[in-house]
């Protein structure tokens, strides 16, 4: 059975600085998505990583995937608040198909 | 602009009574699926499913059932509502891997609360 894990769980930044928050899962898979999700709101795709190496880029964030260790980390750089959300990573190991498995999330909290 | 529209966005309900929620997609993916979310949990997949006539339990199934009789839509039936099911769902779509964009796409979701 497939298990997400992300940690920490609740992070507070400081504006200006950098993080990094991490993404684990225990079985191989090559498809690995974030998403933000912010107070009530629905959630919103951020970025696709599907194969080992991948990196992306969206302004202040940047994720990678490194399929071997099965682990994404999400580098925040200069942290505004703009980016207070809760992140969740998800692993598809649906095979043929899709079928994503959340983490728990990670709620990232901006102060001045 | 393809969407997935869910509704009711808010429903209170009595324990026992059967409730469906509804999900619409006009992305003509073929895959479809149900989650809950709940603090501490994050999203727990309820039920899935692959294409017209497909259907699968997810990991948190007890007490629900999809059908899919088209593409578009998957509702999801609370059978006898109970308060452990007050919750927040999220129904999402996403298109087979390898056929375009692989990500899943969202509905508003259903704040569903059982009294």
């Known amino acids: 059975e497939l298990k997400v894990e992300q940690n920490p769980l609740f992070l507070s930044m400081q504006e200006g600085k950098n993080y990094t928050i991490y993404c684990n899962y225990s079985t191989t898979s090559d498809r690995l998505y974030w998403y933000r999700q912010d107070p009530g709101k629905s959630l919103e795709s951020l970025f696709v990583?599907?194969?080992?190496?991948a990196v992306k880029q969206e302004g202040r964030l940047m994720a990678s995937l490194d399929t071997k260790a099965r682990l994404s980390t999400l580098h925040i750089t200069a942290a505004v608040h703009d980016l207070s959300a809760t992140y969740f990573c998800a692993v598809d190991n649906g095979g043929a198909n899709s079928k994503l498995t959340f983490g728990k999330g990670i709620t990232l909290s901006v102060r001045p | 602009d393809a969407e997935i529209t869910q509704s009711p966005r808010h429903k209170i309900t009595e324990t026992g009574r059967q409730v469906t929620l509804a999900c619409h997609q006009t992305w003509n993916h073929n895959n479809m699926f149900w989650y809950r979310q709940d603090l501490g949990h994050g999203l727990r997949l309820i039920h899935y499913s692959y294409g017209v006539q497909d259907t699968n339990k997810g990991e948190v199934s007890d007490g629900y059932s999809v059908s899919r009789s088209n593409t578009e839509d998957l509702p999801l039936t609370l059978e006898s509502a109970a308060s452990s099911q007050t919750s927040v769902y999220f129904c999402?779509?996403?298109?087979?891997?390898?056929?375009?964009?692989?990500?899943?796409?969202f509905g508003q979701g259903t704040r569903l609360t059982v009294v």
């Open positions: 999402a779509s996403s298109e087979i891997p390898g056929q375009g964009r692989t990500e899943a796409f």
């Open positions: 990583l599907l194969s080992n190496g």
